[in-house]
């Protein structure tokens, strides 16, 4: 089913007064211009101004979600006015995710230039309870109600960050430990082989929820919720498909551009998106599940979610 606006927007308003929320990681996409977006409302004398709708484009994105991920928050600590800058266009009952700052999640920083002379030096705050607390949650505390999910996503960690996975769950189990509670957390690991019990006992110890995740490196969404113990949190789950298992994050960019329609089905993410979406259903209202799509995955996150709840279009005409 291909992405139409007014027919989706109901059928997303339903599921999010069920506790299933769907959206797209970020939201900026010219892509998206006559599926999503009207153009002239960023027009002024008849020109279009970039900076004028990347400013306030989400107000039209939650005319239809309920829900996005805010993958700005991985880059730098949140910033309260930025965050009241983004609630001020969104409905009372939208619901923030958000990628906690790689300032707590890299073990070393990679040698990309925003990391300048830090670049392949270990992170002296990696795993930082403390800083986490008073830099991140401290900022976010006034938008607590509008929050739905923290996420703490793990790169791919080599033997030269652990030996042992169990090395990893030990160290995430005292972090885990520390949080502030009360938060909605999500753990969002990188190594196919370490979803193993202990990982998934130690984030059920802490109330955390398994990001289950589609990802180069790791096996498809399908396979992961069918793992024993997967299911970390009875209140909480979440899945965010970025990309095909296999492909590299840069190929997709270069395949997928600019993103305004699919160019290869994934029909295992689909099947495995609407399970979770029926699940979620099922289970309402004693959980909340959170589903995002990237348009990395297909081509287009807006049909990607729209073919995700096919089923429920079709039950409903």
């Known amino acids: 089913m291909p992405f139409e606006r007014e027919q989706i927007r109901p059928l997303l308003a339903e599921l999010a007064r069920s506790g299933v929320f769907l959206g797209t990681s970020s939201w900026k996409y010219a892509g998206w211009f006559n599926l999503l977006y009207d153009r002239s409302r960023y027009s002024w004398r008849g020109r279009f101004g970039e900076a004028r709708f990347e400013r306030n484009c989400l107000a039209e994105y939650a005319e239809v979600f309920k829900t996005v991920c805010l993958d700005a928050a991985y880059y730098k600590f ?33 040698n990309l230039p925003r990391f300048g002379a830090r670049a392949g030096r270990p992170n ?16 976010c505390e006034p938008f607590r109600k509008n929050i739905g999910l923290l996420i703490f996503e793990f790169s791919r960690f080599y033997p030269t960050d652990y030996a042992q996975g169990r090395d990893f ?6 972090f885990l430990g520390q949080l502030p509670g009360g938060w909605p957390y999500g753990v969002e690991i ?29 096996p498809p969404v399908g396979e992961q919720i069918a793992l024993e113990k997967a299911f970390t949190n009875p209140s909480l ?34 099947a495995a ?38 089923d429920r279009s079709t039950s409903t005409t």
Not at 87 to 95: A, I, W
Not at 129 to 137: H, K
Not at 190 to 218: D, I, K
Request: hydrophobic share 40%; with cysteine.
């Open 78 to 110: 949140p910033d309260p006015k930025q965050l009241e800058g983004l609630l001020s266009q969104v409905p009372p009952d939208f619901q923030f995710a958000l990628k906690v700052t790689d300032e707590i999640t890299l073990r070393k920083f990679s």
């Open 124 to 139: 002296p705050n990696f795993l930082n309870a403390d800083l986490f607390a008073s830099a991140f949650v401290g900022p």
């Open 169 to 174: 769950v030990s160290q995430l189990d005292g």
């Open 237 to 270: 789950t979440a899945a965010r498909f970025l990309l095909k298992p296999g492909r590299k994050y840069e190929q997709a960019v270069r395949n997928f551009q600019p993103y305004d329609r699919v160019k290869e089905e994934n029909n295992e993410a689909r």
């Open 190 to 218: 990188r190594n196919r082989h370490w979803l193993q019990p202990g990982y998934f006992e130690c984030l059920s110890r802490h109330g955390a929820t398994h990001v289950f995740n589609s990802w180069e490196a790791m």
């Open 273 to 310: 998106g609407r399970k979770l979406v029926a699940d979620g259903v099922a289970a309402s209202p004693q959980r909340k599940t959170f589903l995002y799509v990237n348009n990395r995955l297909e081509g287009n996150a807006l049909h990607t979610i729209s073919a995700m709840i096919q």
